[in-house]
C-alpha cells in the first residue's frame, strides 16, 4: 500500500465547518462507512490470582489495534468499541490511517517483568515504544530544556532523567508521523510538570499566592494585549522564571504546528487545568478533606485533559472544532482525563505519603470521608477507576455509533491509545513510584 503522506489539516473556519458533521454523515451513510465492520477485541486476561475474579468475555472476531492489547480485568465489551480503538475503515478513509513506519514490537501478553501491578485494575497493556524514537525525544527534550529555558538546576537533573518523559510521550503518541511531532507533546508536558513542581508541589510551590503566579503564568499560553507602554513589561516577564520560559517555548512551538482552532482548544482546557489546581491550594490553606464527589470534581479540572485533547496535533491531523465541541465527545475527554488522573492517585500514593504535610488523594479522601482503612480505601480507588474506565470505552462507543465520521473515529482512537500509553509509563516507573503492601 503506498504511503498516502500525512493527513491534510481542515479548516477550522465558520464557513468552513457549518454543516460539516451532517455532510460527512450523509456521504457515509452513501458509501456504507457507517456500516463498517466492528473490531472487536480479544479475549481478556487476568491479573495474579490476588485480584477479584472476574465474569468471561465473549471471543472476539477480529483482532485488536496494536497498544490496545486485552485488559488486565475482564469487562465486557461494549459495542462498536473495537471499531473506534481500530482508527477508521471503508471508503474514503486511506488518507486518514496512520502514516506507516516501521513496524512496532508486538504488543507484549502482559506487562513487563519488572512492571508494577495493581491487583484489579483494568487496563490495555501496549507494545514496548519504539526505542529509537524515545533516545531521539528523550535527547531532544533535555536539549531544549536545559539550553533554550534552563528549566532546572544541575542538582535535579536525576529527577528529570527519571520522568523518562521520552518513553512516555512515544508511549502515548505511536501516530506521530515524526519526532517533531512528539516534541510538540513533550515540551508542553514537561511545561506543565514545571508549572506543578514550582508552584504548587515539592519544588518550592505554595498554595499561598498561587493564582497570582498561575494567572502571569497562563499569559504565556494565551498572550495579554494591551498598551504600547506596559506590553513590554509583560513581555519581559515571560523570561522571569522556569515555568514561564517553559510554557512560552513550548507553546510557540505548539502553535508552529496546530491550526488555530486547536491552539484555543488547548488553551481552553489549560485553563481547566489551572483552576484546578486552584480549588486543591485553597482546600490545602483552610485544611478542608473535600467530600468523594467535591475531590472527583476538582479532579476533572486538575486533570491530563490537555494531554489527550492535542492528539489530532501529535498526529498530523485535525479534528474540526464543531466536531471537537459536541457534548459526546467532551464526555469521552472528561472520562479519559478522570480516568488517567486516578492511575495517577494510585500509583504515586506512596510517593505523596512520604511527602512532607499531606498530600490530598483518591484513597485519602476515601479514608477519611468514609471511614475506610487505608488497604479498603486504596481498593475502592482501583474501583472508582474501573468505572471511570468503563465509561469511557461506553461513551467512546456511543459516539462512534452516532457520529462515524473518519476524523471522529481516528480521534477516539488516539485519546484511548494515550489513556494506555499513559497507565503503561505509570506502571513502568519505578524510578519514580512505588505500590503499598496492601496484596
Known amino acids: ?248 517555548s513550548a507553546m510557540d512551538y505548539f502553535v508552529r504546528q496546530a491550526t488555530p482552532s486547536q491552539a484555543d482548544r488547548f488553551r481552553h482546557d489549560m485553563a481547566r487545568l489551572h483552576m484546578g489546581y486552584l480549588a486543591e491550594a485553597a482546600w490545602a490553606q483552610t485544611d478542608h478533606v473535600p467530600e468523594v464527589w467535591e475531590y472527583l470534581v476538582m479532579r476533572q479540572f486538575n486533570n491530563f485533559r490537555p494531554c489527550p485533547t492535542i492528539t489530532d496535533t501529535v498526529g498530523g491531523y485535525e479534528l474540526p472544532a464543531d466536531l471537537h465541541a459536541q457534548p459526546g465527545m467532551q464526555r469521552v475527554l472528561a472520562l479519559a482525563g478522570n480516568a488517567s488522573t486516578i492511575v495517577n492517585d494510585l500509583y504515586s500514593y506512596t510517593k505523596e505519603l512520604a511527602a512532607p504535610g499531606r498530600h490530598m488523594n483518591l484513597p485519602v479522601v476515601l479514608a477519611d470521608r468514609e471511614s475506610l482503612s487505608e488497604k479498603d480505601a486504596y481498593l475502592k480507588a482501583v474501583e472508582v477507576h474501573n468505572d471511570l474506565m468503563r465509561d469511557f470505552e461506553a461513551a467512546s462507543a456511543e459516539l462512534a455509533a452516532a457520529c462515524p465520521v473518519p476524523s471522529v473515529l481516528r480521534f477516539l482512537r488516539g485519546v484511548a491509545v494515550w489513556v494506555d500509553g499513559n497507565h503503561y509509563w505509570h506502571q513502568t516507573n519505578t524510578y519514580r513510584y512505588s505500590l503499598p503492601d496492601f496484596w
Open 1 to 248: 500500500m503506498p504511503d498516502p503522506g500525512l493527513s491534510p489539516l481542515q479548516s477550522s473556519l465558520p464557513s468552513g465547518v457549518a454543516g460539516f458533521a451532517a455532510r460527512v454523515l450523509a456521504d457515509a451513510a452513501a458509501h456504507g462507512l457507517a456500516g463498517a465492520p466492528a473490531v472487536p477485541t480479544e479475549k481478556p486476561t487476568e491479573v495474579p490470582a490476588a485480584a477479584p475474579a472476574a465474569e468471561p468475555v465473549a471471543e472476539a472476531a477480529a483482532e485488536p489495534v496494536a497498544g490496545s492489547a486485552a485488559p488486565a480485568v475482564a469487562i465486557p465489551p461494549r459495542p462498536d468499541l473495537g471499531r473506534i480503538l481500530g482508527g477508521p475503515t471503508g471508503l474514503g478513509t486511506a488518507a486518514l490511517s496512520l502514516v506507516p513506519r516501521a513496524e512496532p514490537p508486538a504488543a507484549p501478553l502482559g506487562p513487563p517483568a519488572d512492571a508494577l501491578i495493581i491487583p484489579g485494575l483494568y487496563y490495555h497493556p501496549v507494545p514496548e515504544p519504539d526505542p529509537v524514537r524515545v533516545d531521539e525525544v528523550s535527547l531532544r527534550i533535555k536539549s531544549w530544556a536545559v539550553d533554550e529555558v534552563r528549566l532546572f538546576p544541575d542538582d535535579w537533573e536525576g529527577q528529570f532523567d527519571g520522568f523518562s518523559v521520552g518513553r512516555y510521550m512515544v508511549a502515548c503518541h505511536p501516530d506521530a508521523p515524526t519526532v517533531e511531532h512528539l516534541m510538540v507533546a513533550t515540551r508542553l508536558m514537561v511545561a506543565e510538570n514545571a508549572v506543578d513542581d514550582c508552584y504548587c508541589e515539592d519544588h518550592g510551590g505554595s498554595p499561598i499566592g498561587l493564582g497570582g503566579r498561575l494567572l502571569l503564568a497562563h499569559t504565556a499560553l494565551d498572550p495579554l494585549h494591551s498598551t504600547g507602554e506596559y506590553q513590554p513589561h509583560w513581555a519581559e516577564s515571560l523570561h522571569a522564571d522556569a515555568p514561564r520560559r517553559a510554557y512560552r
